[in-house]
């Protein structure tokens, strides 16, 4: 359990490209979104769920960046390639559950922010 740092990193350099790969796909729904609004191929009112792609690639993209996956911390687990386990401490599981539910309000609030940006743009 060498790698894991309790609120700082519990996923390795393989999980942190899956979650950049995710992160690039959801930018890229969000993208469309905002094309096919732009051209006309999208009822006005339907340019709100741009929240979701852009909510899942934000989230997606800090979890890469910071090396920290939301989920196990909820689960009170971490993950290094073949190297898994549980979080044995509680102090730890809670301060992987603080830095979770700061990356997912902070993917909330900017997916938020983005969205009333284009929505007002529109």
Known sequence: MTDYRPGQCNIGSQQRRRRARI???AFLA?????AADAAGALPGPLLLVVFVPL???FEWAFQSY???CVRLAM???YAFGDDRGD???AADRR??????AKITAASVLLAGVVTAALVFAA
Request: net charge negative; charged share 15%; hydrophobic share 65%.
């Open 66 to 68: 910071e090396s920290f």
């Open 87 to 89: 979080v044995p401490e």
């Open 55 to 57: 909510a899942v690639g």
């Open 95 to 100: 301060a992987d559950r603080l830095l979770a």
């Open 30 to 34: 969000a993208a469309a979104v905002v």
């Open 75 to 77: 689960v009170g687990q």
């Open 23 to 25: 992160a690039a796909v």
